[in-house]
């Protein structure tokens, strides 16, 4: 009767362990490409997430306005692009091999992505157009 108390003890304190509030997610910027008049920032984050049966890989690139525009748009990133990087390629090659971003002109910002799936896309915000391209 005592083993079986310990065992379910034992079992109890291991599930309580595994549960948690939300997985553990990973960020790192590395990549950033300001616009030509300095009025946008775009940034590109390598996202790892890790829990139980819930591990992802994903590459964000987010638009911050930076000087008035920041104020104006209250200084938060806002999401344009999601990619997903094929199986194949989730750890062995560096995120900047996925991505590359270019500003065309001030309002206009190139972003190029191989082996990889595009899950989220926007075309134009706050009057930047967002050009993207599967190569």
């Keep these: 009767m005592i083993a079986v108390r310990a065992l379910v003890v034992i079992l109890g304190a291991l599930l309580a362990g595994c549960a948690s509030d939300g997985d553990a997610v990973e960020d790192k910027v590395f990549q950033q490409a300001l616009s030509p008049d300095g009025a946008w920032l775009a940034q590109a984050v390598d996202e790892h997430q890790f829990g139980p049966g819930n591990a ?80």
């Design 56 to 135: 992802a890989h994903s590459i964000l690139v987010t638009l911050k306005g930076t000087g008035r525009k920041a104020v104006f748009y209250d200084n938060k990133p806002e999401q344009i692009l999601e990619l997903e990087p094929n199986p194949k390629e989730l750890y062995p090659g560096h995120p900047t091999n996925h991505l590359s971003m270019v500003w065309q002109s001030p309002t206009q910002l190139l972003l190029r992505y191989h082996d990889a799936t595009a899950d989220f896309v926007v075309a134009q915000i706050a009057g930047v157009d967002i050009i993207t391209k599967a190569v």
